[in-house]
């Protein structure tokens, strides 16, 4: 079975606005970065790695960067070349254990629609108070699952752990309203399972 995600998590800025952080460039087509094909069985999904006890048991673990006088385009090399010139820092980390169980019959809209269902009557608001400024949001899922509360970590997060990554482009949220959108650079060669799991490696693991 193909992992399809879609979910929705609020985010009020400095003017009580609200923004739905969306997995995707729409709500029905999730980003690249959670459909790497799995390089030791080519014929499964990464995120099956997630299936534990016949449940998705997983961590979303959402940073906020926030950058100083540049605000670079949604370009990963502009991303990484401002954050090595001008800097870029991690102002918030929010971590988010999300457990839904693994049904006979799945498919990716009932998957789907409970880990939305799961995060609305869970995590709701995941950055209450979001720095001024331009801020970039990055959504990684990990198969660690002791992240939440005080154990949220600020390390960099093990490779071998990560099955999805996205970014959002940078962004002054207070600019904008509505929907905000993670993606990940794309490529043809994300269609290669190792070439995708480095390209969603490199995601979680920079900036930090």
């Known amino acids: ?75 990963g090399d502009d991303i990484i070349s401002t954050c090595n010139t001008d800097g870029c820092a991690r102002a918030q980390r929010s971590c988010i254990h999300v457990v839904v169980p693994r049904m006979t019959g799945d498919n990716s809209s009932t998957v789907a629609q409970r880990i939305t269902d799961y995060l609305q009557a869970h995590a709701s608001t995941v950055f209450a108070s979001p720095p001024d400024g331009a801020v970039m949001i990055r959504i990684v899922a990990t198969t660690a699952r002791d992240l939440t509360g005080d154990a949220c970590p600020s390390y960099v997060l093990a490779s071998d752990n990560v099955v999805g990554c996205a970014y959002s482009c940078p962004e002054v949220l207070d600019d904008i309203s509505g929907t905000l959108q993670v993606g990940i650079a794309t490529s043809s060669d994300l269609g290669d399972p190792s070439a995708c799991v480095a390209a969603i490696d490199a995601c979680a693991t920079f900036p930090n």
């Open 1 to 75: 079975m193909r992992i399809i995600l879609v979910f929705a998590l609020v985010a009020a800025c400095a003017r009580d606005n609200k923004l739905v952080l969306q997995l995707g460039s729409h709500p029905n087509q999730p980003s690249a970065g959670f459909l790497c094909a799995d390089p030791d069985q080519p014929s499964t999904p990464l995120f099956g790695r997630t299936i534990l006890q016949g449940n998705y048991d997983f961590t979303f673990v959402i940073d906020l960067f926030q950058f100083h006088d540049v605000l670079p385009s949604c370009f």
